[in-house]
């Protein structure tokens, strides 16, 4: 392994990472959807076109058009085109949940949505935690969501305070699985996934 320190003080695997992955958590703009590398799909699903639409085949049409504004992809076992329906639901559909176990807020549980979720203490925070003062403000810590391959992981953010997963130091990206206890400040969160092996969102 070969650790480099950035500029902000972070160190990382040189050999993984071109850049900081700690760094670069600030300068993701999570309201912007980008647009997906024309990659070669299993069972003939299209990728972006110059329109920056994605299309899947339909059995009875040659086609059927899917806005870009959904988070696609592909089930490796069934090869079904798998969507989080952010445009035709409204709203952002709940992909699990953090359950505050330990601390001020005790109790309470917070929503977790598809792709990043900012942890902090800040009122736009996605997972917002006011009571505990030893949380920083904005970006102590990032859960996100990975709707490809349907997977979790939690990433250290830019605050002063550590991060703890089951005990150990977070200074790197992790998988997040059932049951797992978060803890930052004097809370401890436990990890709830709703989207897993036995349920994803996909389009009817």
């Known amino acids: 392994m070969a650790m480099k320190r950035c500029n902000n003080g972070h160190f990382y695997d040189s050999s993984k990472h071109s850049v900081c992955p700690f760094c670069g958590v600030r300068s993701v ?23 920056g639409q994605k299309t899947a085949p339909s059995a009875s ?16 076992a069934d ?28 109790g309470k ?5 598809s792709e990043k979720n900012f942890i902090g203490r800040a009122a736009n925070m996605d997972v917002c935690i006011r009571s505990d003062a ?8 990032v859960v996100s969501y990975n709707p490809k391959n349907n997977s979790f992981k939690l990433y250290p ?6 991060l703890y ?3 150990d130091e977070v200074a790197m ?24 092996e036995d349920f994803v969102w996909k389009k009817d």
């Open 61 to 76: 049409s040659g086609g059927a058009r899917i806005e870009k504004t959904e988070a696609m992809s592909t089930s490796a």
């Open 165 to 167: 997963l089951n005990g």
């Open 173 to 196: 990206p992790a998988d997040l699985h059932q049951g797992d206890c978060i803890e930052m400040g004097e809370t401890v969160l436990a990890f709830v996934p709703f989207c897993g």
């Open 79 to 106: 090869g079904k085109t798998i969507g989080i329906m952010r445009s035709e639901m409204g709203f952002e559909p709940v992909v699990g949940w953090l359950v505050c176990i330990k601390g001020p807020d005790r």
């Open 109 to 113: 549980d917070y929503r977790l949505k």
């Open 29 to 51: 703009d999570v309201s912007v959807t980008m647009p997906a590398r024309n990659i070669p799909q299993p069972n003939g699903v299209n990728m972006p076109n110059n329109n």
């Open 157 to 162: 953010g830019e605050g002063h305070g550590l």
């Open 134 to 141: 030893g949380i920083s403000r904005n970006n102590h810590a």
